[in-house]
């Protein structure tokens, strides 16, 4: 079956420093992997490791310095004329929900201003509450004109997560989008975005430096180490045997709160 998303030894490479003492930091080297419809792929490393260089490369926020990223066959580029409708396939979820949600906008401006922008027809407001009732925060009607600020974390986090689902994506990024949030409600959201991306018939971008995490939403999983893939494979065979010894570090670190068998 062809990828839905190819990355081509793809690599970034960042500048400092002034034209003649000019620095170069190499965060993300030589990374290649398929996506599938319809796959949740963890991406697993340490801070630093260039995990979420290479997300913001994949929904096209920078451009890779060298490499392509081809989505059903055609490539990825900020400066492509297409730009718009690659932003619809490809949304992402950050980190932090605190700094992502402009708090100068209610709910329905961070939900909806991304809806018409894409050309959304009929009532905005109609859909928006839709959104909002599918991430579970019902009833709508009490979070629709609310500020960030009158919102919890992870409150907040499911707002973001309707934006992104909103303009109807086709492969959805989420970079380590319960590391901000305790725990139960960690898993809430991860049980949310499994239930959504089968709503949605999405494919599932998941970046954690979690081996537990990584195991309970994935199909596949990558471990990133220096900016590199030193190992990938399915999920059940990473967890069970695992090659590398960086992989066995991540593993030993990684609690499982669903217990060493239960995977959902």
Same mark, same amino acid.
């Given at each position: 079956?062809?990828?839905?998303?190819? &990355?081509?030894?793809?690599?970034?490479?960042?500048?400092?420093?002034?034209?003649?003492?000019?620095?170069?930091?190499?965060?993300?080297?030589?990374?290649?992997?398929?996506?599938?419809?319809?796959?949740?792929?963890?991406?697993?490393?340490?801070?630093?490791?260039?995990?979420?260089?290479?997300?913001?490369?994949?929904?096209?926020?920078?451009?890779?310095?060298?490499?392509?990223?081809?989505?059903?066959?055609?490539?990825?580029?900020?400066?492509?004329?297409?730009?718009? @409708?690659?932003?619809?396939?490809?949304?992402?979820?950050?980190?932090?929900?605190?700094?992502?949600?402009?708090?100068?906008?209610?709910?329905?401006? &961070?939900?909806?201003?991304?809806?018409?922008?894409?050309?959304?027809?009929?009532?905005?407001?109609?859909?928006?509450?839709?959104?909002?009732?599918?991430?579970?925060?019902?009833?709508?009607?009490?979070?629709?004109?609310?500020?960030?600020?009158?919102?919890?974390?992870?409150?907040?986090?499911?707002?973001?997560?309707?934006? @992104?689902?909103?303009?109807?994506?086709?492969?959805?990024? @989420?970079?380590?989008?319960?590391?901000?949030?305790?725990?139960?409600?960690?898993?809430?959201?991860?049980?949310?975005?499994?239930?959504?991306?089968?709503?949605?018939?999405?494919?599932?971008?998941?970046?954690?430096?979690?081996?537990?995490?990584?195991?309970?939403?994935?199909?596949?999983?990558?471990?990133?180490?220096?900016?590199?893939?030193?190992?990938?494979?399915?999920?059940?065979?990473?967890?069970?045997?695992?090659?590398?010894?960086?992989?066995?570090?991540?593993?030993? @670190?990684?609690?499982?709160?669903?217990?060493?068998?239960?995977?959902?």
């Amino acid at each position: 079956m062809k990828p839905l998303l190819q &990355v081509n030894r793809v690599s970034k490479v960042f500048e400092s420093g002034s034209f003649l003492q000019k620095k170069k930091f190499s965060a993300v080297r030589d990374v290649s992997f398929t996506l599938h419809k319809g796959e949740v792929l963890a991406i697993v490393g340490e801070s630093g490791c260039g995990k979420s260089t290479l997300a913001r490369m994949i929904v096209n926020l920078i451009d890779p310095t060298s490499g392509e990223i081809l989505l059903d066959g055609s490539q990825t580029s900020r400066k492509s004329k297409d730009r718009k @409708a690659v932003a619809k396939d490809l949304q992402m979820i950050f980190q932090d929900p605190f700094e992502t949600m402009n708090p100068n906008y209610r709910v329905q401006d &961070v939900i909806g201003r991304p809806l018409q922008l894409h050309g959304e027809q009929g009532d905005i407001r109609k859909k928006v509450l839709g959104l909002l009732a599918q991430v579970g925060l019902t009833p709508a009607e009490d979070y629709i004109d609310k500020y960030a600020s009158q919102l919890s974390g992870g409150q907040k986090q499911r707002v973001m997560i309707a934006r @992104a689902l909103g303009i109807n994506p086709r492969v959805l990024v @989420a970079d380590e989008p319960t590391s901000m949030l305790d725990v139960s409600i960690g898993i809430d959201i991860m049980n949310l975005m499994l239930d959504l991306k089968n709503d949605y018939d999405l494919s599932l971008i998941w970046i954690t430096h979690n081996l537990g995490s990584a195991r309970y939403m994935s199909d596949r999983i990558l471990i990133m180490y220096g900016g590199q893939i030193v190992e990938s494979g399915e999920t059940e065979q990473i967890i069970s045997s695992p090659q590398h010894a960086y992989t066995r570090t991540l593993l030993d @670190a990684s609690p499982n709160p669903w217990g060493r068998e239960e995977k959902r």
